[in-house]
């Protein structure tokens, strides 16, 4: 089963690779910030922090990437890949 911390074993790239990696959303409390409609963040929705997601796509831009997963929506939403965590 592939992992997201394996992802980050093969940066940097650049360009779409098809996966798919379970994780779970952060639960980590700055995280809630793009969640809670701080005016600090843009407002993040459609998710739910410490639900199951799968990663069906890594857009990498060097020495960072972006993860899209399905929403709770059943759209396909593309955040930071600091988002979230490898399901235990």
Known sequence: ?????????IIPFTGKRKVNIPVTLSNAEWIKGYFNGSDMFDRVTGLTIGKEYVINEVIGFGDVFDVTVIDDNMKSQTLGSFFFEDVS
């Not at 089963?1 to 074993?9: K, Q």
């Open 1 to 9: 089963m592939e992992r997201l911390d394996n992802i980050t074993n």
